[in-house]
């Protein structure tokens, strides 16, 4: 078969509207589907949480990232990320509105303290931030931000 002859079958195809259609949804959807399993591909799941203790930000001490007993969200930021800025307030919201006991936010790949407090100053988050450090991201295999973690009542 020849390139023109491929063009035109293309040009063909490309004509039929709703076939065309369905084409190119099924492709953006596989890419995001492929990008979002190779984001996800060295998660653990089903696997007790690893043992957390954290500095809270707030200098009040520290705080375990999981809360045993009740289902919640381990949520983890970094400040200069876009995406977290308009998704960490979501996870508020949950708590807020008990759809989910806790939610515990973790901060990430930040320059200094400052910078924390800079985003949830602007993000107007309430929930306890704690303070992690890189032995945080391979603990919990992070490699990507936002990364939550769904804590089942066991841990």
Request: proline share 5%; glycine share 8%.
């Given at each position: ?37 190779w ?13 957390t203790?954290?500095e ?17 969200i381990?949520y ?43 985003f ?14 890189a ?21």
């Open positions: 078969m020849s390139i023109a002859a491929v063009k035109a079958a293309w040009q063909r195809f490309r004509e039929r509207k709703a076939l065309s259609l369905l084409f190119d949804v099924t492709v953006i959807v596989a890419v995001f589907l492929s990008i979002h399993a984001q996800t591909r060295q998660l653990p799941l089903d696997e007790p949480a690893p043992p203790l954290l809270r930000l707030d200098g009040s001490g520290f705080a375990n990232a999981v809360q045993v007993g009740k289902p919640g381990v983890f930021f970094a400040p200069w990320c876009t995406v977290c800025k308009t998704s960490i307030d979501n996870l508020d919201d949950l708590v807020r509105e008990g759809d989910i006991a806790w939610g515990s936010a973790i901060a990430l790949d930040y320059g200094s303290e400052a910078a924390v407090r800079d949830v100053a602007d993000t107007g988050v309430t929930l306890p931030v704690l303070m992690g450090h032995g945080t991201a391979a603990d919990w295999s992070i490699r990507a931000y936002p990364t939550y973690y769904v804590i089942d009542s066991a841990g």
